[in-house]
C-alpha cells in the first residue's frame, strides 16, 4: 500500500527551526524524486524544495534558499526539510510528494501525503 507519513510539524516562533520528515512505504523510494510543497490559506500551492532520486541534486524556491535544506536517506525511505530562520510567510501545511520526473511542475507528481501543518507566530 503505497504511503507518506509527514511529521515535524508545529508552531514556532519567528526565527526558529523546525525539521520535518516524510517516510514513505509501499513502492520504491529510491527511484523518484521527491518533493516537499506547501499550501497557506488562501494561497497556490507553493513548489519549496526537491531532491533528485540519488540525492545528488536539489532545488529550492527562491522564497527559502540559504534558510532551507532537502535531504534523503534511501535506507530509511525518508526525505528530510531542515527549516531554519523560520518566517511568519512560511506558515502552511507541508505536504511531500514524488515524481518520476526531476522537476517543480506539481502536475508530474503523482502521490502526496497527508500533510503536516507549520505555523510560524509570535
Known amino acids: 500500500q503505497l504511503q507518506f507519513v509527514e511529521s515535524g510539524g508545529g508552531l514556532v516562533q519567528p526565527g526558529g527551526s523546525l525539521r520535518l520528515s516524510c517516510t514513505a512505504s509501499?513502492?520504491?523510494?529510491?527511484?523518484?524524486?521527491i518533493a516537499w510543497f506547501r499550501q497557506a490559506p488562501g494561497k497556490e500551492r507553493e513548489g519549496v524544495s526537491y531532491?533528485?532520486?540519488?540525492?545528488?541534486?536539489?532545488n529550492y524556491a527562491d522564497s527559502v534558499k540559504g534558510r532551507f535544506t532537502i535531504s534523503r536517506d534511501n535506507a530509511k525511505n525518508t526525505v528530510y526539510l531542515q527549516m531554519n530562520s523560520l518566517k511568519p510567510e512560511d506558515t502552511g501545511v507541508y505536504y511531500c510528494?514524488?515524481?518520476?520526473?526531476?522537476?517543480?511542475?506539481?502536475?508530474?507528481?503523482?502521490?502526496w501525503g497527508q500533510g503536516t501543518q507549520v505555523t510560524v507566530s509570535s
Open positions: 531532491i533528485s532520486s540519488g540525492g545528488a541534486n536539489t
Open positions: 509501499g513502492f520504491t523510494f529510491l527511484y523518484y524524486t
Open positions: 510528494a514524488r515524481s518520476t520526473s526531476y522537476t517543480r511542475r506539481w502536475e508530474t507528481y503523482d502521490y
